[in-house]
């Protein structure tokens, strides 16, 4: 069952540029999904379109099958339900503290203060800043305020979290967690929609993944089926995944059984582990 449906968007900004070109976009309920593109390629854009801050010019966008007809309830009542968070913290925090910075949101649903406290409370737990409710939003770090963005949709109990590149400026241990922190919220049920221009972390952690190219999506397909669609990424000059290329020249000089296809980097050294316990690799 689709959650969100984007159904040939062209959006222009007032400038004349193009933002989407008939783009369409189909997101299932209690699915994780990778959207890749360039730089300049539409993936701010398109999410823009997903909680109605921008409105396509031609084209629709449904929500659990309704059209959104862009009045102020429709929008109120998609906004309640799409949580989108920021490419660039600073364009989403404008409280002083932490803790009002997260409120704001729940408040404004109109919810009462023991509510929006309890909201707030496990909203900053999910995302492992639970002590800082007090600290004052412009001294945390990078990492930190994007933590923060997330709690701020997250304490709207958003059905679909709409992320724009929320790994980009995070070290490794911060993206680790953070994947944890996905992997937790999509277990509560929550649908996960994310830019990145990771091309590795995409297939091994989503279910489907979307390409973006010029306004258009030219591709949606199980992130599985990327070990053997390499025309739909050449065709954007992307890359394999860094597993999927390495499993296929191993593969192909005999190294590794045929038909394995590992989803991360230690799935495929456990394969090869697994096929040369005890034993000499083949040698050149
Ligand atoms: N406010 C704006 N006014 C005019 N043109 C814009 C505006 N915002 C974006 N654009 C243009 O729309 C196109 C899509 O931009 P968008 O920001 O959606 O790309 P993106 O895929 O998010 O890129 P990035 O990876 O750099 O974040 C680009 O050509 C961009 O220059
Ligand atoms: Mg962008």
Known sequence: MMLLE?????????????????CSLAIR??????????????????????????????????YAGTVLDYSRSGLRQLRSKVGLVFQNPDHQLFSASVQEDVSFGPFNL????????????????????????????????????????????????PELLVLDEPMAGLDHAMKTEFLAVLDGLHAQGITLLLATHDI??????????????????TASLPAADLAYRDDALSALGLPLPTVVELQRRLTARGLLPKGLLPRTHSELLTLLDNTYDGKEAPCC
């Open 6 to 22: 984007l159904e040939q968007a062209s959006y222009r900004y007032p400038n004349g540029g193009v933002g989407l070109e008939a």
């Open 110 to 157: 109109g919810l009462d203060e023991a509510t929006v406290r309890r909201r707030v409370s496990a909203a900053l737990d999910a995302v492992g800043m639970a002590g800082f409710a007090e600290r004052a939003v412009h001294n945390l770090s990078f990492g930190q305020k994007k933590r923060v963005c997330i709690a701020g949709v997250l304490a709207m109990e």
């Open 200 to 217: 590795d972390l995409a297939y091994r952690w989503a279910d489907y993944i979307h390409l973006i190219d010029s306004g258009v999506c």
């Open 29 to 62: 309920r209690g699915s994780r999904n990778a959207l890749i593109g360039a730089n300049g390629s539409g993936k701010t854009t398109l999410f823009q379109h997903c909680n109605g801050l921008l409105r396509p010019q031609s084209g629709v966008l449904r």
